[in-house]
């Protein structure tokens, strides 16, 4: 493929655009590829693409452990024929990156846990069972949203996109009003899905219920969507100044304070409008009626930048199916933990539910970065097959996303020993850690992120050849996935060990 002097746009796998004439720097004249392509260096024009509204610059390829650094658009590099990329990587540094956030993430759900587990005995959540429904789709907000957001923005932050204030404050003001806005409509669905999903097996509806629902969804995705898009921000900044590749760090410590934020910000709006929800009746209504009030600011903003206004009218078929599948999930959560025989269930949904999602989204994000350094989406390569991989290929080749799923998968047993013991050294729950139930929660934990896992490497590659930005679409399916899994496995294990009478363990005392 060839490139005319005047245009600007091209997009190559390899990070070097061949061109048909270049000028040399000292003698100033035009010279032929051929006189100087060669193995020791490549003489790239640093050339802009826009395809997609990606706005990807190939001056700046992936950083590997912070050893290169960028030049400045309009200057020529040398660069080496295969691009310096974060993806070669060695398993140990790929652990050594992933295991400080990972355990970071895990401890937040560990918190979140233990917050479930003591509101689930207050007036509002015994009253209003319906709010059991909501905890897997609002915590599932960072898969749908947040996590999204860190995938996005560290491919952004990998290919160079922001290294100029005017790139840097475009993509960040753009990408926080497009978070606002799915927050704001997503966390409103929310509340329909669990007033549909608590009315269907009851027959029962409560219209003050209903508003208290909305209002508390929306106030709390929201709050909780706007704090967590700042942290983002700021870590993609941070480990992209300390050479960390982003796609090891930034989704799990997305998800390290989400589900803790999310779940306190839930419990303490839903407690305070339930307190007023007879005195001042018109409250719920309001706060309802605010933040819908705002979506059109956020849209307008949202819509100054081209690539933020495409994701915002694109990417609403997974971010509202993926809230579905989690509702699902809370639905199994909230007739679980309304029997008293499984109330210990509660402190540990959080964990394996995060556990699984931070882990598969890391996965996801790296194979989107890896896959985006060979080309845009829908162009067929080698490195994007079309067809379904087998287990082998996803966990047991040489390939360096398969390399990733191993470390990630490795982490699952140990990671999980920490949190029961933190949980078990808390007196968190209702239950106690004998042999048979960290054997039968751990098969549950490994089984879910294997799925995930293996999910993932299809799901991620299926849309990369269907012209669909995984950055964009994978993570909140797999999000909630892992929520639905991961939920229901837990639920199967504490319903084996009532039946088989594992009554050391004291479930549900």
Same mark, same amino acid.
């Given at each position: 493929?060839?490139?005319?002097?005047?245009?600007?746009?091209?997009?190559?796998?390899? $990070?070097?655009?061949?061109?048909?004439?270049?000028?040399?720097?000292?003698?100033?004249?035009?010279? &032929?590829?051929?006189?100087?392509?060669?193995?020791?260096?490549?003489?790239?024009?640093?050339?802009?693409?826009?395809?997609?509204?990606?706005?990807?610059? &190939?001056?700046?390829?992936?950083?590997?452990?912070?050893?290169?650094?960028? &030049?400045?658009?309009?200057?020529?590099?040398?660069?080496?024929?295969?691009?310096?990329?974060?993806?070669?990587?060695?398993?140990?540094?790929? %652990?050594?990156?992933?295991?400080?956030?990972?355990?970071?993430?895990?401890?937040?759900?560990?918190?979140? %846990?233990?917050?479930?587990?003591?509101?689930?005995?207050?007036?509002?959540? !015994?009253?209003?069972?319906?709010?059991?429904?909501?905890?897997?789709?609002?915590?599932? #907000?960072?898969?749908?949203?947040?996590?999204?957001?860190?995938?996005?923005?560290?491919?952004?932050?990998?290919?160079?996109?922001?290294?100029?204030?005017?790139?840097?404050? !475009?993509?960040?003001?753009?990408?926080?009003?497009?978070? @606002?806005?799915?927050?704001?409509?997503?966390?409103?669905?929310? =509340?329909?899905?669990?007033?549909?999903?608590?009315?269907?097996?009851? %027959?029962?509806?409560?219209?003050?219920?209903?508003?208290?629902?909305?209002?508390?969804?929306?106030?709390?995705?929201?709050?909780?969507? @706007?704090?967590?898009?700042?942290?983002?921000?700021?870590?993609?900044? %941070?480990?992209?100044?300390?050479?960390?590749?982003?796609?090891?760090?930034?989704?799990?410590?997305?998800?390290?304070?989400?589900?803790?934020?999310?779940?306190?910000?839930?419990?303490?709006?839903?407690?305070?409008?339930?307190?007023?929800?007879?005195?001042?009746?018109?409250?719920?209504? #309001?706060?309802?009626?605010?933040?819908?009030?705002?979506?059109?600011?956020?849209?307008?903003?949202?819509?100054?930048?081209?690539?933020?206004?495409?994701?915002?009218?694109?990417?609403?078929?997974?971010?509202?199916?993926?809230?579905?599948?989690?509702?699902?999930?809370?639905?199994?959560?909230?007739?679980?933990?309304?029997?008293?025989?499984?109330?210990?269930?509660?402190?540990?949904?959080?964990?394996?539910?995060?556990?699984?999602?931070? #882990?598969?989204?890391?996965?996801?994000?790296?194979?989107?970065?890896?896959?985006?350094?060979?080309?845009?989406?829908?162009?067929?390569?080698?490195?994007?097959?079309? !067809?379904?991989?087998?287990?082998? =290929?996803?966990?047991?080749?040489?390939?360096?996303?398969?390399?990733?799923?191993?470390?990630?998968?490795?982490?699952?047993?140990?990671?999980?020993?920490?949190?029961?013991?933190?949980?078990?050294?808390?007196?968190?729950?209702?239950?106690?850690?004998?042999?048979?139930?960290?054997?039968?929660?751990?098969?549950?934990?490994?089984?879910?992120? @294997?799925?995930?896992?293996?999910?993932?490497?299809?799901?991620?590659?299926?849309?990369?050849?269907?012209?669909?930005?995984?950055?964009?679409?994978?993570?909140?399916?797999?999000?909630?996935?892992?929520?639905?899994? $991961?939920?229901?496995?837990?639920?199967?294990?504490?319903?084996?060990?009532? #039946?088989?009478?594992?009554?050391? =363990?004291?479930?549900?005392?």
């Amino acid at each position: 493929m060839s490139s005319k002097p005047e245009k600007k746009e091209t997009h190559q796998a390899n $990070g070097a655009v061949p061109v048909d004439h270049l000028t040399s720097p000292d003698q100033g004249q035009l010279v &032929e590829p051929s006189d100087f392509l060669g193995p020791a260096a490549v003489e790239a024009v640093v050339l802009e693409s826009r395809a997609n509204a990606k706005g990807v610059r &190939e001056d700046d390829a992936l950083l590997e452990n912070g050893s290169q650094s960028n &030049e400045s658009d309009d200057t020529s590099t040398h660069q080496s024929p295969e691009p310096a990329s974060p993806l070669k990587e060695t398993s140990f540094s790929i %652990g050594l990156q992933v295991l400080f956030p990972f355990l970071l993430a895990g401890f937040g759900t560990v918190a979140a %846990g233990m917050v479930l587990d003591i509101v689930q005995h207050w007036d509002v959540f !015994k009253n209003v069972t319906n709010l059991f429904i909501l905890v897997p789709a609002l915590l599932g #907000l960072k898969g749908n949203l947040e996590m999204t957001l860190a995938s996005r923005l560290s491919t952004a932050a990998n290919i160079g996109q922001m290294d100029t204030p005017k790139e840097f404050w !475009k993509m960040i003001t753009g990408n926080m009003a497009l978070l @606002l806005v799915q927050a704001t409509v997503v966390g409103f669905l929310a =509340s329909i899905a669990a007033v549909v999903f608590g009315w269907i097996p009851d %027959g029962h509806f409560s219209l003050y219920h209903a508003v208290l629902l909305c209002a508390s969804s929306v106030a709390t995705a929201f709050v909780a969507s @706007l704090f967590l898009g700042m942290i983002m921000i700021g870590v993609i900044i %941070g480990s992209r100044k300390m050479g960390i590749n982003p796609d090891n760090v930034a989704t799990p410590i997305a998800a390290s304070l989400g589900d803790l934020v999310t779940l306190a910000l839930l419990s303490g709006i839903s407690c305070g409008l339930y307190k007023d929800l007879e005195s001042k009746f018109y409250v719920n209504p #309001l706060v309802c009626a605010l933040f819908l009030a705002l979506l059109p600011i956020w849209v307008f903003v949202a819509k100054k930048d081209s690539a933020t206004w495409e994701v915002l009218c694109s990417s609403w078929e997974p971010v509202v199916i993926a809230m579905a599948i989690s509702s699902v999930g809370g639905l199994i959560l909230d007739r679980t933990v309304s029997d008293p025989n499984f109330a210990g269930m509660a402190v540990f949904t959080p964990v394996i539910n995060g556990v699984g999602g931070n #882990l598969v989204a890391v996965q996801a994000s790296r194979i989107s970065t890896y896959l985006h350094m060979s080309g845009m989406p829908g162009e067929g390569s080698k490195t994007a097959p079309w !067809k379904c991989p087998s287990p082998c =290929s996803t966990f047991c080749s040489s390939d360096v996303n398969s390399r990733s799923a191993r470390v990630l998968f490795l982490l699952v047993v140990p990671g999980h020993l920490v949190f029961l013991y933190t949980i078990s050294s808390m007196q968190g729950g209702h239950t106690t850690l004998t042999l048979i139930f960290v054997v039968f929660y751990m098969t549950a934990a490994l089984l879910q992120v @294997l799925i995930l896992l293996y999910i993932a490497d299809w799901m991620v590659h299926w849309m990369w050849n269907r012209d669909l930005d995984p950055d964009n679409f994978s993570i909140p399916y797999l999000t909630a996935l892992g929520d639905l899994i $991961g939920t229901g496995l837990l639920a199967v294990s504490f319903h084996i060990l009532w #039946l088989i009478g594992d009554r050391d =363990s004291d479930v549900g005392d």
